[in-house]
């Protein structure tokens, strides 16, 4: 069974800060998928990923698989991307199941 | 741009009753998921669907749990006997292959009394 951490549990920063979310697991994976949920608790999927790094926007997403470590990194921080940010993995026998982390609570401030 | 939608997106009813949570996935897609989310806590998966049939399941997913797609759009999540606990925010997702990029619906919040 993968356990997936996330760190920190709640962020807050100023308008125009570099942000990051860490995630780590503790089992083999295919993928792990970066996602934001947001108070009306909505979700939605920022990043799949497997190796290396990929980047959209002010949004940069890196995983090193040996280190079984992900971040999540966002340039120019706003207050529109005050949101919950969760890390969440699909292991390589599931049919694409999820365990997800807990969540990192980002707020962004004006 | 196609996007997962479910029905309905507040549900309240009394315990011991029988619910049927809608979702309608992406056309083209294949594989398809519900979540749950009781308030506060993490996202949890309760079964994947692919084929017509049942291909993942949870501990969470007992006998009081069934998934169908009725038709060629519709995949439906019900709870025969709903108990307190089953209170939270339920999810529907799809994806296009297996392990690729999900897409979710906007959830249905159940609650039970």
């Known amino acids: 069974k993968n356990e997936v951490e996330q760190s920190p549990q709640n962020l807050t920063a100023q308008e125009g800060e570099f942000i990051t979310i860490n995630c780590s697991y503790s089992?083999?994976?295919?993928?792990l998928h970066w996602l934001q949920q947001h108070p009306g608790g909505g979700i939605v999927s920022l990043f799949m990923?497997?190796?290396g790094k990929k980047k959209h926007g002010r949004l940069i997403a890196t995983i090193n698989i040996q280190e079984k470590h992900s971040s999540l990194h966002i340039t120019a921080s706003h207050p529109r991307d005050s949101a919950v940010y969760i890390c969440?993995?699909?292991?390589?026998?599931?049919?694409?199941?999820?365990?997800f982390g807990q969540g990192t609570i980002l707020t962004v401030h004006p | 741009e196609p996007e997962v939608t479910q029905t309905p997106s507040h549900q309240v009813t009394q315990m011991g009753q029988e619910v049927i949570l809608r979702c309608v996935p992406i056309?083209?897609?294949?594989?398809f998921y519900w979540y749950r989310q009781i308030l506060g806590q993490k996202v949890e998966f309760l079964v994947s669907?692919?084929?017509?049939?049942?291909?993942?399941k949870s501990e969470i997913f007992d006998d009081q749990f069934s998934v169908e797609r009725p038709d060629g759009s519709n995949f439906t999540l019900k709870i025969r006997s709903t108990k307190l606990e089953d209170s939270a925010m339920y999810f529907c997702?799809?994806?296009?292959?297996?392990?690729?990029?999900?897409?979710f619906g906007p959830g249905t919040r159940l609650t039970v009394l």
């Open positions: 997702a799809s994806s296009e292959y297996r392990g690729d990029e999900q897409f």
């Open positions: 969440a993995v699909t292991g390589g026998t599931s049919y694409g199941k999820l365990t």
């Open positions: 669907f692919y084929n017509n049939e049942i291909s993942e």
């Open positions: 990923l497997s190796s």
């Open positions: 056309s083209n897609h294949l594989y």
């Open positions: 089992v083999g994976i295919s993928a």
